[in-house]
């Protein structure tokens, strides 16, 4: 955990004083992979690195990620079958981006350096219809978490935790009851002074130099979970979620979720910091709570900006108060496993050290973000245990487009298409361990 949590009483001497060695790791948006599956059906032995031609099927109504049918074949030994059915509408020019922001005590020189970087994290979406915003790690109040005072409603620095409701500027905050959360604070192109508002949002600082901090236990997809969850909840997220938008997920932190992920092995965490894992820490159940809640119709990416897994000169600066950095960083391995199956991309949280390092990853985010809008590479749940049963089936009125192809390579919770698949129902059928 971050150096703001060793102790009830250390946190209580180092109240009066926010500011000191408390730079924030930020981490960067990692930006949204599409967790849609595709199917076809096998017109030749499905083995790996086949194409596949789109078939002129019956239409499929209502796709939903459930297990049936599953696949047709011969199991591998010990393997489980999977079956995930997922709707593609017109071409469309929206995306949704929401940025999950490390509010703990080491957080913020990170925090600074992207408040600062809006232009390049904006870069490229130039004509894309892009709404941003953002909530904290912090689930302070939540079953397990044990950085929780008073009612259950502050974290333990006497701040309210946000529990996944997207946040507005720090400025907002006068008092307790002052904090304001909920859908007044979606950032969008039409918003005036955009990258301002972007800015007072994502720095939690204040202009009477408070510092709101958040808990120390870092807790990411627990947090985007809670934040797909209230979709259509007035106080947390309603309006931020378009039926005909895209995600994408950036996550910003100098620390893996619950800060050491749950395995009790790792090296980085020989502090004894680690604590086990809820069901809504686990990478998995944010890509099959976004194919639930939505239907399987919006395609999802996360990117991650944070400590790569064995980048051990990041870890050194991260702990040792490095240029102002925060200590008590620790390797970003399950975020970084929610990158790759999403098909997003990993950027390291020390880049903040070189400007020019910095703008080319947050410039590098938003090109994967504009490629995001109409994907043709999509992510499977689970990594297949064999080439998987492909079917295509046109959407309801409409036709399946007869130069559609799509392939899986193996090895990887990829299937690519040779173009975005408008008005197209995609069924993958397969086995994994």
Not at 88 to 99: A, E, H, S
Not at 107 to 133: C, H, P, R, Y
Not at 146 to 161: H, I, K, Q, R
């Amino acid at each position: 955990m971050t150096n703001s949590k060793n102790s009830l009483v250390k946190k209580s001497q180092q109240q009066n004083s926010l500011f000191k060695n408390r730079a924030r790791s930020f981490a960067k948006l990692s930006i949204f992979s599409v967790a849609s599956a595709m199917i076809l059906l096998c017109y030749q032995n499905c083995s790996s690195g086949v194409s596949f031609s789109a078939a002129n099927l019956p239409s499929t109504d209502g796709p939903q990620n459930v297990p049936t049918p599953g696949p047709t074949g011969t199991p591998p030994p010990s393997s489980i079958s999977a079956s995930q059915i997922f709707k593609f509408g017109p071409l469309t020019n929206k995306i949704d981006i929401l940025v999950v922001d490390d509010n703990s005590g080491s957080m913020e020189l990170e925090q600074e350096k992207l408040a600062a970087s809006f232009n390049d994290f904006t870069s490229s979406l130039n004509g894309v219809d892009w709404q941003i915003a953002v909530t904290t790690t912090d689930v302070s109040g939540y079953s397990g978490d044990t950085n929780v005072a008073n009612d259950g409603t502050l974290n333990y620095e006497g701040f309210p935790s946000a529990m996944g409701r997207l946040i507005g500027p720090a400025d907002f905050y006068t008092s307790v009851s002052s904090m304001i959360f909920g859908p007044n604070f979606i950032m969008k192109p039409s918003v005036a002074n955009v990258a301002s508002v972007f800015a007072s949002v994502v720095q939690r600082t204040n202009t009477n130099k408070i510092y709101l901090e958040g808990a120390g236990d870092e807790r990411a997809i627990y947090a985007a979970n809670l934040t797909v969850n209230g979709f259509n909840d007035p106080n947390v997220a309603k309006g931020f979620f378009r039926p005909d938008a895209n995600l994408a997920i950036v996550i910003l932190s100098d620390e893996d979720e619950r800060s050491c992920g749950d395995d009790p092995s790792r090296t980085d965490c020989s502090d004894g910091s680690e604590v086990n894992f809820e069901a809504l820490d686990k990478p998995q159940s944010l890509v099959d709570n976004v194919a639930k809640t939505f239907g399987g119709t919006k395609n999802l990416i996360v990117d991650a900006i944070s400590i790569i897994p064995n980048d051990k000169n990041c870890l050194a600066l991260e702990n040792t108060n490095a240029s102002g950095l925060g200590t008590g960083g620790k390797y970003g391995d399950v975020y970084a496993s929610l990158v790759k199956m999403t098909g997003g991309n990993m950027y390291s949280i020390c880049d903040v050290l070189t400007p020019g390092a910095f703008t080319t990853d947050l410039t590098s985010i938003s090109k994967s973000f504009a490629n995001n809008v109409n994907p043709q590479s999509l992510a499977l749940n689970y990594m297949p245990a064999q080439a998987p049963e492909i079917h295509i089936a046109a959407a309801a009125g409409a036709s399946v487009d007869k130069t559609l192809a799509c392939s899986w390579a193996s090895n990887t919770q990829q299937v690519s298409c040779n173009k975005y698949p408008a008005n197209t129902t995609i069924t993958v059928s397969y086995y994994h361990y």
